[in-house]
Each structure stands twice: as C-alpha cells, then as structure tokens.
C-alpha cells in the first residue's frame, strides 16, 4: 500500500473538526477516484435497482456517497475502532466480516486494511451491483491488499448468509437515506443482525427518528456539496412530539419475523401556536456509528431532516400516527386516524 493512503488514513484517524473531516475526506477521495480512473469508465452504465426491499443505488450514486465527507471519514473512524476492539476480545481468533453494500469502494474498510494483521480477518465484500464488486476487486489489488483473505459476491444481502453459516464478528452495513426512507437499511438489518455473533457489532449500532413540530426551511441541511444550508438562521428550536423509532439491537432481538413489514407508532399530540411558526412535522436522525462516533442530523446525507406534512390546515390541536413500512420503497406515512396494519 502507497505511502500516500497510509498518511490519508493516519491523519484521517485522527480529526475531529467538521473542516478537517471535509478536507482530508476530500484528500481520500481524490486518491481513490484517481486509482480507480480506468476501472471506472461505464460507472454510468449501470442503474438503479428496486429490490424487495428498497434501492439498491447505481454504482455512480454509491461511489458518490464519499463525498458525503462527514459520514465517510466517521464510519471509517468507527470501523477501525470496531475492529480493533474486536481483535483484542477475541484474543487470537480469526475475525469475520461482512461489508454488504460495499459499492464500487468498500471506502469503510479498504483503506485501514492495512492497520490489521491478514491472519486474524476474514473479509467478506457483497454489493448487488456485479459492476461494483468487479471495480472492488480491482481496488484491493492496487492497494496491495490481495493478501488478505477477501471474498467477493453480488447478489441481495436481504438474502445473503455465511456461505458455512459461520456467525460474523462484525458486520457493515450503510444503505440508508434520510429518515431510512427509499433504501433497504431496516430489512437488511432484520436479515444480517442475527447472524452476528454473540458479541458481535453491527455498523451502524444505532438509528435513532425523532418526530419534531418546526418550521423546516429553518433547519440546518448538509446539501451535496457539503455546504450547511441554514447555518446562519437564527435557530428556531423544533418541538419534539417524541420519538419514531430506535433501529438497533434490541429492535431485532424484539421484532417477530413473522409480522408484515410495517412498524405501527402510537400517538404524536400537536399543539400550533400564533408565536411560532413551528408548522410541520418533520422526521430528525441519529446514526450511532460506533461508540462515540456519530452523526447528529442534518451533517450528512443519510441523517438529513425529512418533511412529513404541515399542520397548516389542521385543527389548534389534535394527534396524528405514523407508520413505517420496509416494501420495495421504505417510507413513512402519516394519519390523523390510528393506522392499522393493513392500512
Ligand atoms: C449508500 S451506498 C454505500 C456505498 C459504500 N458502502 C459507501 O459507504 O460509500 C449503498 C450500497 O449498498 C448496495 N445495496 C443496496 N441494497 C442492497 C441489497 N439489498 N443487497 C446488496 N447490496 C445492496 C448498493 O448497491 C450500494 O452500492
């Protein structure tokens, strides 16, 4: 591996200030696209696709999330810091590790290979894109990471498993959008977190949708070109009405597989005010990456505030449900009556 990556990542490790993450995820990136500049070439080529349970984002839109540069500088913090713990609990046995949805990159796990010894990983690459896993493929030899155990498959993670049935020690996994609305992060979830193994971690560890009452034009938004939208608003704090749901272990320890793929909330109570213009509801994120390595909303693409509906019409007060349903297109409903659900 070029001593160029080895400073990218030593430095990359090391910040902590939205600046620095932007700049040396800038570097990172640059570096990657130029390695992988002729192994790229039909990136446009492949598109979309709806899968039973959400898109599985074309190559060109996966290899854009790097400069979703907050995110991808701090899962690769929380990666290397996963890893390392694992390798230490388990002493001398051998760590597996599953990166489904890894994209034309594998950006969360490639790079810091290199800090970890090749005996104790076995790795495991699974995109849906064929295109991607081909581009990977080629990306570990030019990093100079073929020795290191690496399998390869395309297919659904939805309905991938260790090919010995082994259980994994660690388990990547971001196919998420904001709100976990459109990609398969909650059906993937369900699939692959039960097939870790007893200590096992689960990258992202925890989801966190919060309902709030605000004004959404007013809040704070990572746009694509990294830019903070609203950073100068003068901050109108949004009314919590309370809490969606938490995607996380003990979500799928609790969940029975055999209900339908919807999540029924109980009531969020509204009250509209003439001294604020707090009219919509909006859905907030929180991705816990791992320990202390978080994303808060609005600072990344997948943690991006989401609009749900505006009170504007409704009545002074009044209640209203929500529902949240992991089909081929994941989304969020509203209701100003109980859903059932069949609804
Ligand atoms: C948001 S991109 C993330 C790419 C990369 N992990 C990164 O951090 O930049 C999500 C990736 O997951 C893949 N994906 C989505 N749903 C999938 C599924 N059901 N099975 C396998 N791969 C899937 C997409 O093809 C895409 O490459």
């Not at 992988?36 to 839109?61: C, F, H, I, K, M």
């Not at 990666?79 to 051998?94: G, S, T, Y």
């Not at 950006?107 to 970890?116: D, E, T």
């Amino acid at each position: 591996m070029s001593t160029k990556i080895r400073a990218i990542i030593s430095e990359l490790l090391q910040v902590r200030k939205p600046e620095d993450e932007i700049r040396i995820g800038e570097r990172l990136r640059n570096y990657i696209l130029e390695l992988q500049e002729n192994d790229l070439q039909e990136l446009d080529e492949t598109q979309d696709q709806w899968l039973g349970s959400g898109l599985a984002l074309a190559p060109r839109y996966a290899s854009a999330c790097l400069k979703d540069y907050h995110r991808t500088v701090r899962f690769i913090q929380g990666v290397q810091q996963a890893i390392q713990d694992q390798l230490k609990q388990k002493e001398d046995e051998v760590i597996r590790i599953l990166y489904a949805g890894c994209g034309p990159h594998a950006v969360q796990l490639l790079p810091i290979l290199h800090l970890f010894p090749k005996e104790r990983l076995e790795i495991h690459l699974l995109d849906f894109h064929q295109y991607s896993i081909q581009a990977v493929q080629k990306l570990v030899s030019m990093l100079d990471l073929e020795v290191y155990h690496i399998s390869y498959h395309s297919g659904d993670a939805a309905e991938f498993s260790h090919p010995e049935q082994q259980k994994f020690d660690l388990i990547l996994c971001e196919t998420m959008f904001e709100a976990l609305f459109r990609e398969p992060q909650m059906a993937l979830s369900l699939h692959l977190m039960p097939q870790l193994s007893e200590s096992g971690i689960f990258i992202p560890e925890q989801i966190q949708i919060d309902v709030v009452q605000t004004n959404y034009r007013s809040l704070p938004r990572i746009k694509e070109d990294m830019e903070l939208e609203n950073k100068n608003q003068q901050r109108q704090h949004p009314i919590p009405l309370g809490e969606a749901l938490i995607l996380n272990k003990d979500f799928v320890n609790s969940f029975n597989p055999s209900k339908t793929r919807q999540l029924l909330t109980s009531h969020f109570q509204y009250q509209l005010s003439q001294q604020n213009s707090h009219r919509e509801v909006v859905l907030l994120t929180k991705v816990k990456i791992y320990q202390e390595f978080q994303l808060d909303d609005g600072e990344s693409l997948i943690s991006n505030p989401k609009i749900l509906g505006t009170l504007e019409s409704c009545a002074p007060s009044g209640k209203f449900w929500l529902s949240y349903v992991w089909d081929q297109q994941p989304k969020w409903l509203i209701s100003s009556r109980p859903l059932s659900s069949s609804t």
